[in-house]
């Protein structure tokens, strides 16, 4: 169903509280609209509030056993990814084309780059990742989204796109806001059990104080907004009351988390927008995402999905790495690609070989955090020994993590898991020429 005309004065009290609250819930930070037949709250009684109170405080530390959850949980699965595509990127680079069995392999490497991106926006929930932010068209997204969604809702639910002409860009998360679409659209299905009708549209719009009174925590201006519509069993006053509360749902027990429009909220708040919604029983409802709109141009080029021929060379490369099958894939992708490999299984065993080995390392790949080390100590004390030598980290945690660590910063190469094996031998070559290019500035010197 259609939105009102101006949702942003039918809206619960926000769940952003002032700084002195905001360390009870620092997470729920995102307006809510909702029809205005629900009844405004009157102001709580001091006993109402301090329950209020004692409600946030309980909803934070589940937040912070999710986050520390998914936090415990994302490296070891990590690593799995990378041995799930870098196994479908080998067996792929080498089959032709239209053989029978190319299409199933590239499911599964298909599949294991959905789950990468789940794990991402998880972490991104808990906010132990930051997004990964690119100018993109929204448009384009969902024209490139059309076909799955229409595929994952069935036949009898009709998608229709309404998509605004010369509609403008916003940054944001490609993969994230993707995943956002999809979860609305699952429970817009699930919404409509005998079938109807899916509707995403698109509009630009301009924002004034005035339309954001009631929405401080929005900033006047241009904004691009996606409607999220269906025609099903819409929600009563109770439900609209605790959508975007986490672990709230109204699925049977054993089909949905109750943390899907939560994420939806926390991952447009961190990309700077807001979201709102209307609903009633038996209206149907509607999610407003509403993104900043920004000046820059959206990379239209598509990324090419076919594996890429890896770039080959013969220098010799130290590698650290305490999960097995990940260190067999990294010794089997770069030997394929001409270089020698001296693999260890872990610092100890990896700084052992740099002190023994009486030839010349040109580059170290060695894992952030092994059962026996840390990665960046280990890099320190091969330096000491070999100051040629050049690094690269890999990792599976989050970037709270790896900033503890000291590996975010901007001249610190860096690959994150899962990877393919295009992007760690072109990762490889990329950090070697670019020693490379210091030795030939010393020798010119």
Do not use: W
């Amino acid at each position: 169903m259609s939105a009102p005309s101006n949702p942003y004065r039918h809206r619960a009290p926000s769940s952003r509280r002032k700084p002195a609250r905001a360390a009870a819930n620092s997470d729920m930070t995102i307006p809510q609209a909702v029809p205005s037949h629900v009844p405004q709250p009157a102001p709580l009684d001091p006993a109402a509030r301090e329950a209020e109170l004692e409600a946030e405080l309980r909803q934070a530390r589940k937040m912070e056993v999710v986050g520390r959850l998914v936090g415990g949980v994302a490296h070891d699965f990590n690593n799995q990814l990378t041995v799930i595509s870098g196994y479908c990127g080998l067996l792929l680079k080498d089959m032709p084309k239209d053989a029978a069995k190319r299409r199933p392999l590239e499911c599964i490497r298909d599949a294991a780059a959905r789950s990468a991106v789940l794990t991402h926006r998880l972490l991104a929930f808990s906010r132990r990742q930051g997004l990964r932010p690119e100018i993109v068209n929204l448009n384009t997204i969902i024209k490139d989204m059309a076909n799955p969604l229409s595929r994952m809702i069935g036949e009898d639910v009709r998608l229709v796109t309404t998509l605004a002409p010369d509609l403008g860009d916003v940054r944001t998360d490609q993969a994230l806001f993707e995943h956002a679409v999809m979860n609305l659209a699952i429970n817009a299905r699930d919404a409509m059990p005998a079938g109807g009708v899916l509707t995403l549209e698109t509009r630009g719009l301009e924002l004034s104080a005035d339309d954001l009174r009631d929405c401080p925590e929005a900033a006047a201006g241009p904004y691009v907004r996606l409607t999220v519509s269906d025609n099903g069993t819409g929600m009563d006053a109770e439900t609209m009351r605790r959508v975007f509360e986490p672990f709230f749902t109204t699925k049977p027990q054993g089909q949905g988390t109750g943390l899907g429009l939560t994420m939806v909220r926390e991952f447009v708040a961190l990309a700077g927008g807001h979201i709102l919604f209307h609903s009633r029983p038996g209206g149907g409802t509607s999610f407003m995402l509403h993104f900043p709109r920004v000046a820059g141009k959206a990379d239209t080029a598509r990324r090419p999905a076919e594996v890429r021929p890896c770039p080959r060379g013969t220098e010799r490369i130290l590698v650290a790495e305490d999960d097995e099958q990940v260190r067999r894939l990294i010794v089997r992708v770069l030997g394929d690609c001409g270089y020698a490999v001296l693999p260890g299984r872990g610092a100890e065993e990896t700084l052992a070989f740099a002190r023994q080995y009486h030839g010349r390392i040109d580059l170290l790949i060695t894992d952030v955090i092994m059962a026996d080390g840390c990665g960046v100590e280990l890099a320190a004390r091969v330096r000491a020994l070999r100051p040629e030598i050049e690094f690269i980290y890999t990792s599976g945690y989050a970037d709270e993590t790896l900033r503890q660590h000291g590996v975010l910063a901007g001249d610190v190469a860096l690959l994150r898991k899962p990877f393919s094996t295009s992007a760690l031998a072109e990762r490889v070559r990329e950090v070697l020429d670019g020693r490379r290019v210091k030795e030939r500035r010393k020798t010119d010197r």
